[in-house]
């Protein structure tokens, strides 16, 4: 099985206009794990090969803004780019972080009235769910 690995921004907390804020895809077995998802990550991924409805996987490290202000906007660009009249055939997006990225989701696609048309589903590092969501964020 090969493996491939993207650097998407390695700026940290201070991305440059040449380097964008935290973001790794691993592609392996036709799967693409996205590792943090900075601000910026949307553009970065615009540049590369990598489509941003092929991941499956999110990884979160921890909730500091240059590691995760970039996942409610991919999250919608993906739900945008979604047919939803065949919901039954998506695959589920898997969300993996720290407990309070529930809570980071839910008021951000609250706050602006995102509805997501894909499946999600998040759970924490010790692989506690939270969050179930199908294809209306409910309040």
């Not at 602006?112 to 939270?130: D, E, H, M, V």
């Not at 969501?133 to 309040?139: A, S, W």
Request: aromatic fraction near 8%.
């Amino acid at each position: 099985m090969s493996m491939d690995m993207t650097f998407l921004g390695t700026g940290s907390a201070y991305p440059s206009p040449h380097r964008g804020a935290s973001a790794v895809v691993l592609r392996t077995g036709g799967e693409c794990w996205l590792f943090d998802c900075g601000e910026g990550t949307q553009t970065q991924l615009m540049k590369s090969q990598i489509r941003a409805g092929r991941i499956t996987k999110v990884f979160i490290s921890h909730l500091h803004g240059d590691h995760l202000f970039g996942l409610p906007g991919l999250l919608c660009t993906v739900s945008l780019n979604t047919n939803p009249d065949i919901q039954q055939s998506l695959k589920c997006v898997d969300i993996y972080g720290p407990l309070g990225l529930r809570k980071f989701l839910r008021v951000t696609l609250g706050l602006t009235g995102s509805q997501l048309l894909f499946p999600y589903a998040g759970r924490s590092k010790a692989n506690i769910l939270l969050l179930n969501f199908r294809t209306q964020l409910k309040t």
